[in-house]
Structures are given as C-alpha cells and as structure tokens.
C-alpha cells in the first residue's frame, strides 16, 4: 500500500481507508453500483453547509463463487466541525463463516483514530476450531501494536465492544503513529484474503454446524450497526439527516443493494 502522488491530496484518514478499499475492489474484483449518472451511489449533503459533505460507494461482486458480496464506503469531511471520516465494510455471503472486514479512519477536531477488525460469525466463546481459524493468526500483531507509542484508549464501551472481534484494534492516535497503523491494516487484511483463498477447513465447518450463519450474521449486523448500541449513528444524523442515516445504515444491514 504505497503512496502515490494522486493520494497526497487527500488526507491521512481518506488515503489510509481508500488505499484498503481500493485493493479490496481490485483483488476481488467487485463491480461499483453507481447512481444514473454514473458518480456514486449517493452523495450525502448536510443542513451544515450547501456543499456536500460526503458520499456512499457501494461495490458488488459479480461472480457467485466470490465469497465477498459487497463493500460499502462511506466518506464524512465537514471542515467547519473538524470532521474527515472514512469507513469501509466488506463483508462475505451469508452462508460463509468467513469473517466480514472493517476499517474506520478518522479525524475529527484535531485527533486520529481508528477502528480495525474482522467481524466473527459465530460465537467465539463456543466455537474454539472457528476461532483458532478465523482470528488466532492476528494475535501477534494485535499485541505488538498495543505496545506501541502515540495510541490511546479510544471512547468505546464494553457493550459495544462486544459486537466485534476480541482482536479488534480501536484508538485515538497522533498523526506518527496513525501512519504506522498501516502496516496492521496490511496484515490484517492479508490474513483475510487468505481466509477468503483457502477451503475452509472441514474441522471448522464441524465447528459450526450448531451455527445459523446467515441468521446469526442478520442479528449481529443489526446490533453493530444499531443507533443503541453506537451513539455515533445520533452524530450522523444530527449532520446528514434522519431520512439519509438510515439510507446509510441500510446499506450496511445486509448484502442487497438499496437503489
């Protein structure tokens, strides 16, 4: 994930999240569903401003035997209340126990902070094949970043943070060690392609078999990505509106394409 002269333009948090978007799309070769007159599926706007303020890309496989059925973007900057936010979700069939990939980057009234993770699909309390497969590989870097300097304890509270991943990366940042961060974002979504490359083991397919996968995966998203468990959501739609949040949240809830 180099930098090009094209990308120092942009902002740290939008380069370091398109760069990981942009890979993704490439290697798993995903399709843009684009509004009519080909720019982005929506542009968002804000009662803040007259320009617009953000927009959502959404990108689909074509391929049926592509396990990742679609990414979401979602870019943020409101230069007026400090903010420059950028998301990407992509996330795997519903029938796969493949792990969903997640990053945020974001700057918001001077400080950096991040939000890395691969979204489990079963319960890992129960399911120790499953986990030793899914995420076990990421603990070495997990840890080694949590020794690194610049990071601080980012604003997220046990209830929510048991949504996501035991192996989730989430902190406030200065701008050298949000650089750095990128290093993980590589390992973390190298390890994720991996899991998307291989068979899945029978062992861990043994593992899950107690395992509704796409009704677990319908009520998990639902609580990631659910206003009363992230008060972020109230922030959004303070800045683009109510009718606008849910379009957003709608996109991310399951792997349709809200046109």
Not at 33 to 44: F, M, N
Not at 144 to 150: K, R, S
């Amino acid at each position: 994930m180099s930098t090009t002269e094209s990308e120092a333009k942009v902002s740290l948090p939008e380069g370091l999240c398109r760069r990981t978007w942009e890979r993704i799309v490439a290697e798993r070769r995903l399709v843009e569903v684009t509004s009519d007159d080909g720019t982005a599926l929506r542009t968002l706007t804000s009662p803040m401003t007259p320009e617009p303020v953000g927009e959502v890309r959404v990108f689909v496989a074509e391929d049926e035997d592509e396990p990742v059925a679609k990414l979401v973007y979602v870019g943020l900057a409101v230069e007026m209340i400090g903010l420059d936010s950028h998301m990407v979700f992509a996330f795997t069939r519903e029938g796969l126990p493949i792990p969903h990939f997640t990053l945020d980057s974001v700057l918001g009234q001077g400080s950096y902070a991040f939000h890395l993770d691969l979204i489990q699909r079963a319960d890992l309390g129960t399911h120790l094949a499953y986990l030793d497969w899914a995420h076990e590989p990421l603990t070495e870097t997990y840890e080694d970043v949590a020794t690194w300097p610049g990071l601080s304890k980012a604003q997220i509270g046990p209830r929510q943070n048991a949504m996501m991943s035991p192996w989730m990366l989430v902190n406030r940042a200065d701008a050298d060690a949000f650089v750095s961060i990128e290093s993980a974002v590589t390992t973390y979504l190298e390890h994720w392609f991996s899991l998307l490359d291989a068979e899945i083991p029978a062992e861990v397919l043994a593992d899950l078999a107690d395992t509704d996968l796409a009704a677990r995966d319908a009520r998990n998203r639902a609580l990631v990505f659910s206003p009363e468990v992230d008060k972020v959501w109230a922030q959004i739609t303070r800045l683009i509106g109510e009718e606008s949040a849910e379009d957003v949240r709608a996109q991310l809830l399951d792997n349709e394409v809200h046109a």
